[in-house]
DNA sequence: TTACAATATCAAGATATGTTGATTTATGGA
DNA sequence: TCCATAAATCAACATATCTTGATATTGTAA
């Protein structure tokens, strides 16, 4: 029971959903390009992240002092049916901004 | 996204995840019996049932001043895995007690 | 070591959700 | 019509969640 009341908190908010949306179309992004992308001050987008994260929706990896967060693989049933059903709602993404890349991570 | 929302929003829930187990274990019941079973106050029964129902999860029939409510068919593919999801979790269910059956019904 | 950048966490306030007891509505029978 | 029962809704309070700005942590480079 707890397990499935965390995946389905974890998906009860509409920032999340965005969030794993956009990650879900433009792979492994950085916090500052989330932050960039999705225009969301960087600790709201931190504990969000944090609570995908711990919900299982998506994996961290570091490198140096930037977080890189992507789908984990593999996801369970449940949460790839979830997964399915974000990406097939009519929401519209905002382009990605890879700040990190062209060094225009100044936050 | 409203509606994904809205089917998220029921699941996310610990009575209402053991509401909707319960009448998939049992079938159709109806607000006395799930009273009785769950050990659960009127109000607080009548509002997850609604929210259920709302969410397109149950339906409801009413026979005269009885409400019965089951799981509403055809379910969609999301809500489907969902309850496929509460079906495997490991709770413990109670007893069904038909108080309407045997005209205990004096809540 | 010191400074700085990226990310994480904390604290406070605002909003949403759940619980309960009281009230209202709807249905059927005397 | 009037009453009783089942169910729905309301009001008040408690608890949880989200947002923001401030602070802390971590890694890199001078």
Redesign the interface.
């Known amino acids: 029971?707890e397990v499935?009341?965390k995946s389905?908190?974890a998906?009860?908010d509409?920032t999340r959903?965005l969030i794993l949306r956009f990650i879900d179309a433009n792979g492994e992004c950085c916090v500052c390009d989330l932050q960039a992308s999705l225009e969301m001050i960087q600790s709201r987008l931190s504990r969000h992240l944090k609570i995908l994260k711990d919900a299982g929706f998506l994996r961290v990896e570091r490198k140096g002092t930037w977080a890189y967060y992507s789908i984990r693989t593999p996801l369970d049933?449940?949460r790839t049916?979830?997964l399915e059903?974000?990406r097939y709602?009519?929401?519209e993404l905002p382009p990605l901004k890879k700040s990190s890349e062209i060094g225009a991570c100044k936050i």
């Open positions: 029971m499935f009341l389905v908190s998906l009860n509409e959903v049933r449940f049916e979830a059903e974000i709602l009519s929401l």
